[in-house]
């Protein structure tokens, strides 16, 4: 069984965002809070490039699919 998983930094740097911890923080607090109603993927920061890659990656439940949704989370609670 693959128990390899994505951390943020991975994940901001596969969207081609700064990846660094800095970078994530204030992407996170410039964003945040995303309203309950709006899907992760639909929201109106991401790139059309980016926003598929999230969609797809919860879509099909990919690998990338637990730290989307830690981002989620983050986004939401900030």
Request: hydrophobic share 45%; with cysteine; net charge negative.
């Amino acid at each position: 069984m693959d128990t390899d998983f994505h951390r943020l930094p991975e994940l901001f740097a596969q969207l081609g965002l700064p990846d660094d911890e800095a970078a994530i923080r204030s992407f996170i607090a410039s964003h945040a809070p995303l309203a309950g109603d709006v899907h992760i993927a639909d929201a109106p920061f991401w790139t059309a490039a980016q926003s598929r890659l999230l969609r797809e990656s919860l879509r099909d439940d990919a690998d990338w699919a637990q730290v989307v949704d830690r981002l989620d989370v983050a986004l939401r609670c900030s």
